[in-house]
């Protein structure tokens, strides 16, 4: 009896702290504008959106286990889409950035369809969304409709209309409202129907299938959502730069960038992609601030990094984590203290 | 007129393809025998083109006679990333062999955009200028020379596999590790040698390409993609693929080019990409594996 007691006690004493930490953490990102200098704002800016689609990945290829190396292509479609409604029909990007993502989701869906179908697997699958978001590149860097090599250069107009703004808290509002809708979606996505389907595709195909999951469906649903999302990412890229070009929107770079921190911070978990950011974007910052002069080396910072996390915390940061304690409470099941 | 174009076309293709079969060749040993999509290929040739470049700028070996030199480092590089990246994590999910390699491929070619800063350099073989004219072809030098040596290395490259007793032990490792190991076969040893060998193979063919193409930290990502292209068309894992699968990339690539306006050829390389991996992942020469 005493002991249920204890337990709840214990159990409300914990949650509660956990109320008050992300209450605090809440403040913080609210007040973080406020108080931060603009180089500060801006590394606040590229956390955040480098979280945010590294969830957008995660979605995909940490949950239903699809490891994309192609995200650049739905990335650049968002970009692109928005940029050329906005520059050739002054569309607001607000309206664009959902048109985008629905080609995007679209396009995902498509080339998921025609991977799937073809029971495309594993290191095939990867290849195959790299070789989708080649063409993309190649088409748009041939396209005089689209700017061709040069891109797309945006027409300069501030204003909330055309998400364009002179400083930086209003790009940052967005991004971290971004941020924190997609942290929400993944939270409820666990704990759905869907998100199970995804988790025990990963696991094991076969077996989910012979119990009745359709697999391939819902590796489309999974592709057009993860896709779809990616695109929203590409489209606050183009805003905050006010400049997108085939290779910014479909270079390899970005597929690589896009799936880093997941990798880094823990691979379908939900704060991993978080965690990766705040682990990689100021590291890149920093040294590109210091080691200005010489290029690369925060590229080549982030690849040293990627190797020695892959070698030693193979479920990243945040998966190591969850797995020490998860193995620590069940010890302490099994052998209770006397 | 028309006729004599493509005819010329053809004739650069299959010189182009034999590079790509030489580059292709690494990526599929290596594949074939540990189940590794070796991102960090084209990496590591532009690590081969970057050494025969500075062995012909500082001490004037011009890069076919200092081919020697430049797999051996390639081999040695190949060898330990091998022994002590890749070999730790081998019964690791394939996609963390996969990224290991992309990290190792981003290590790379940002040290060598640190050392060497991102300016294209070229490199200049005066004896090597100018055409061969054989009738209405002409055909460039160090193109035929790339050409020969590629063929050739491929060939010494297919007798040692064949007929060497490594050669077998390499083999064996390729159809099953656990039998390997099981008959007393160092697999971890044999692991190292071959990623060594497809290390070489594809520097040996940055080295090659030096004479014609530029040099610049980001230049293996050309050709990491045609390698794929070429590996998945031929089927992954397969000697005879690569070779045959090179030479239709490249006669593919150079027919491209002549019909279509500037860089769409790349379309017909990733359009035939994509509709092999649909309709045949296997390739034309490959087995289907899981």
């Known amino acids: 009896m005493s002991d249920v007691v204890s337990a709840e006690v214990k159990f409300t004493r914990r949650s509660m702290s956990m109320l008050l930490l992300a209450g605090l953490a809440l403040g913080g990102v609210i007040a973080f504008p406020f108080l931060a200098s603009p180089y500060a704002l801006r590394v606040g800016i590229l956390i955040a959106y480098y979280a945010y689609l590294g969830q957008a990945w995660n979605i995909l290829g940490g949950y239903a286990g699809q490891f994309s190396f192609g995200h650049a292509a739905f990335f650049g479609i968002g970009a692109y889409t928005s940029s050329l409604l906005f520059a050739k029909l002054g569309v607001t990007p607000w309206i664009g950035m959902f048109a985008g993502a629905a080609g995007a989701a679209a396009t995902g869906a498509f080339i998921g369809f025609l991977c799937f179908r073809y029971g495309l697997r594993g290191p095939y699958f990867s290849l195959a969304t790299l070789a989708f978001a080649e063409i993309l590149r190649v088409i748009a860097l041939n396209w005089r409709a689209v700017g061709g090599a040069m891109g797309v250069l945006l027409p300069l107009r501030e204003s909330f209309w055309t998400m364009q703004f002179p400083e930086g808290p209003p790009y940052y509002a967005i991004i971290v409202t971004m941020l924190g809708g997609i942290m929400l979606l993944t939270y409820f996505l666990e704990h759905s129907r869907l998100g199970t389907y995804f988790v025990a595709i990963r696991e094991s195909e076969d077996a989910a299938e012979a119990l009745g999951v359709d697999t391939t469906r819902y590796k489309i649903v999974a592709m057009a959502l993860s896709s779809g999302l990616t695109a929203l990412g590409g489209t606050f890229y183009a805003q905050y730069f006010s400049y997108i070009d085939p290779n910014l929107a479909f270079g390899i770079d970005v597929s690589v960038a896009v799936l880093l921190p997941v990798i880094i911070g823990g691979v379908g978990t939900l704060f991993g992609p978080l965690a990766g950011s705040l682990i990689l974007t100021p590291l890149g910052e920093v040294t590109r601030r210091l080691l200005g002069g010489y290029r690369g080396v925060h590229l080549m910072l982030f690849g040293a990094i990627l190797v020695a996390v892959i070698l030693y915390l193979p479920h990243g940061l945040v998966g190591t984590f969850q797995e020490k304690r998860r193995l620590g409470r069940r010890c302490s099941h099994d052998h209770p203290r006397p | ?290």
């Open chain 2, 1 to 290: 007129m028309r006729g004599t174009y493509l005819v010329q076309a053809v004739v650069n293709g299959i010189l182009l393809g034999g590079v790509y079969a030489l580059v292709a060749l690494g990526l599929t040993l290596i594949f074939g025998v540990m189940r590794i999509v070796n991102f960090a290929h084209g990496a590591l040739m532009m690590v081969g083109m970057y050494t025969a470049y500075w062995i012909f700028t500082l001490w004037g070996i011009n890069p076919y006679l200092s081919l020697p030199l430049t797999m051996g480092v390639l081999f040695l590089l190949g060898a330990a990333i091998q022994r002590f990246l890749i070999d730790p994590i081998l019964d690791a999910p394939q996609h963390n062999q996969l990224l290991l390699t992309l990290g190792v491929m981003l290590f790379l070619e940002n040290l060598a955009l640190f050392l060497w800063s991102p300016d294209f350099r070229t490199l200049r073989l005066p004896w090597l200028e100018g055409a061969v004219r054989a009738g209405f072809l002409l055909v460039n030098k160090p193109r035929i020379l790339a050409f020969a040596f590629a063929l050739l290395s491929t060939l010494a490259l297919y007798l040692f596999l064949k007929h060497t007793e490594t050669g077998k032990t390499i083999r064996a490792t390729a159809q099953d590790q656990v039998g390997a190991a099981l008959v007393g076969i160092d697999v971890r040893k044999v692991n190292a040698l071959t990623f060594g060998i497809g290390s070489a193979c594809v520097g040996m063919a940055g080295a090659l390409v030096t004479p014609y193409f530029y040099t610049a930290p980001q230049v293996g990502h050309v050709f990491l993609l045609i390698a794929f292209v070429v590996v998945v068309l031929g089927g992954l894992g397969s000697f005879t693929g690569a070779l045959v699968g090179g030479l239709i990339v490249g006669v593919g690539e150079s027919i491209g080019a002549l019909l279509l306006p500037g860089s769409f050829k790349e379309l017909v390389i990733y359009a035939i990409f994509v509709l092999v991996l649909l309709y045949r992942p296997t390739g034309l020469f490959g087995e289907r594996y899981e």
